[in-house]
């Protein structure tokens, strides 16, 4: 179901919007948690380890019994709404421009739109079209789960009124360069290894086994998040660290703050004081984050877009009628 198939073309456009923004939605609120802690990690100066006494956080468990403790059962959803708008956008404009790119190659080049290199340039292409239109919203989700208590913003109208009058509306495109380095091989390759796990599947498991085909696309799924994030985690760092610029005075609670003038001055202060160890903080609750939410998009994407077929199918349509 995902990317354009001219043998079993049954999703349109809207659809595949429709489909990509609900698996975002409920995709969104499992993961949240993790979320949090990834970019608690990641905003930390300090060495994520107990042998360091000025460190928040060491690990995964201590942290969420630091959150907990501190600020309370909520904070594992902070965010959440701009989050939400976040999935919600990103699925519908993400999936709907994969799926219009890989018919446009289809359609006027020589490429078969099934081809795995096709779904990487595709997906690429359609996560930086998402990201553009989203990042706002983005940015505005990593303050909200970055801030500590007190809350330096109460709700998402104030977030939004204090940046743009304190911080101009340039602000809500901060980290953008890095979002776009880092997100076009990061979505280009999960659907390029999601496209080589399912062709891998379907040689490995009989066609006539149909009963697993949504856990073999979870797994699918799971896997090539895995992949696409370890392979570009470090700039999902510098974008973090960006876009809490200006915000600094907020981030006094959980250790050292830094301003960085820029990404490359970003790259070189977390190379200087943090050394390589610096690009890979929050690593595994992000891989966890990744297997998840990746593995749970394609999921409920092709779930959704399956629905969607299935309702559109003869016998439904007899069934309604009759």
Sequence with gaps: MVGYDPDAKCVSTAEAAAAGSASGLVTRILVSPLDVLKIRFQLQIEQLSSRNPTA????????VQ????????????????????????FGAVQFMAFENLTELVHNVTSFNARDSFVHLVCGGLAAC?????VQPVDTLRTRFAAQGEPK?????????VTMYQTEGPRTFYRGLTPTLVAIFPYAGLQFFF?????QFSKWVIPAEAKNG????NLVCG???GIISKSLTYPLDVVKKRLQVGGFEHARAAFGQVRTYGGLLDCMRQIMREEGPGGFF???????????????????WYELFCSLLCAMKSPESTKRKEG
Excluded: D
Aim: charged share 10%; hydrophobic share 45%.
């Design 213 to 216: 085909a949504s856990v073999k």
């Design 129 to 133: 079209t998402a990201t553009v239109a």
């Design 281 to 299: 903080k929050g690593l595994s609750p992000s891989l966890l984050k990744a297997a998840f939410s990746t593995g749970l998009i394609f999921f």
């Design 222 to 224: 799971s896997c090539a």
């Design 56 to 63: 928040k956080y060491h690990g995964i468990l201590q942290a």
């Design 66 to 89: 630091c959150i907990f403790r501190e600020e309370g059962m909520t904070a594992f959803w902070k965010g959440h709404v701009p989050a939400q708008f976040l999935s919600i956008g």
């Design 194 to 198: 999601y496209n080589i796990l399912q």
């Design 152 to 160: 330096i913003y109460s709700n998402l109208r104030h977030a939004v």
